[in-house]
């Protein structure tokens, strides 16, 4: 049954691309599979590749754009190919070539092809509204049957597929407060508190479009206005989630955030940027006394589980230095007792080594470098917004990465969020007419 909903992901997203469109196919099919469908539902082709219906839906349209859309070559790209080579490197080196292909594959569907369609398809005109609009309503809606999650324990995402498909869903039970972290069709809470936390972000933004477009009507769900329906289901999705490192994320991109909105945008940047530090230099003072005594002698789990993280990277530091520039794949030593690696930054420099590490800061960095010039271009204030809050999710995400490793399905959604920050461009049709006003444009020149 599986196999034939994988199939089937692909042959719909086929037709619907000559039927329509390829990014009606994006929207209309592989976004509902992407987040609403559990990620633990894969077949693996042998030799090949791992699959499950969300990159199935995607091949197409990956390789659709790839054939159709002019691509413009980026420094990002050489980084983003080096990355994905140094990530099968090991494998091959280590376990023999073919498994080193397998692991190629897999980074082609979770990583390459998420990247070509932020890249090539996201910044089309019309686009970018109609995307977050339906993914975020995906993810709203999610939210609400997560309620019963927290409520109940009870996962219906799974409860229902997992009948559906005749497997196990792979979703077990964490309770946290005499509630049960939320973790809906992510795998685990704290993934869906990196996808909520993001939404939220654009959740925002999408409200502000919604409330400043004065030639539409504002979608409404239910009779209630999306501006306002939106942006507190999906800060609900994240606070039921019970994950301080997405509530952490998330809280520091939506500072960032804020730079976007604000009329004085040189005050508010130092005013948020010197509030980061600040926080961020209490914070760690806190943690590390938080964390000062033994691990077994904690008062509480979440007082282990923060003693747990900070003793990772201690522990693992000399098999880092064992695994050399390129690192030793998921085959790296144990130490004992210590399998999870909560810690992205960690795992990269465990599995890729420092290679992979100074590769992936390079995406990052080049990101970040074209929204700041993106940000400076703007003649729209929207675009202007988007920007800055596309730098927010982006900043959340890394801040959520210290705390864990970034998994399916979080992978491609960081990965497209690279692409399409890489993408970004104003909007053509209004470009000869200024929206920001003299005193928004003189604050502005901070990206100058």
Known sequence: MLLLAIILSFIVCVWWIAARSITDALIDVYLPIFVLLPVAYVVDVPHVTIINPATAALLPIALWALIKCKWHFQRSDLWLLLFILGEAYPYSHRLGFTVGIHVFVQSLFAIFFPYAVGKLLLEQPGIRQRFLGRMLSFLAFAAVVEVIEFRLGINLFTNVFDRFFHRPGGIFEQIRGGFSRAQGP????????LFFGSAWIFGLWLAYVDKSD??????????????????WLLLSGLVMTLSRGPWMGAAIGFAISRIGYAKRVRFTAIIVLSTIVVAGSAGYAYFDAYTSVDYWSAQTYEQQTAIYRKELVHAYEPIVQEGGLFGWGEQFPRVGGQSSI?????????????????MFCLIVGEAALALIKTARKSYLKSDFTFAISMLGVLCGMLATLLTVSLGVPALQLFFLCIGWSLSMRRTEETKATPVLDQTEQNYVKIFA
């Open 186 to 193: 992510f795998g685990i809470a704290i993934t869906a508190g």
């Open 214 to 231: 004065k030639h539409s009507p504002e979608p409404r769900f239910f009779g209630i206005r999306r501006s306002f329906l939106l942006p």
């Open 342 to 358: 909560d810690n992205e930054f960690l795992w990269l420099r465990l599995t890729q080594g420092p290679f992979g590490l100074w």
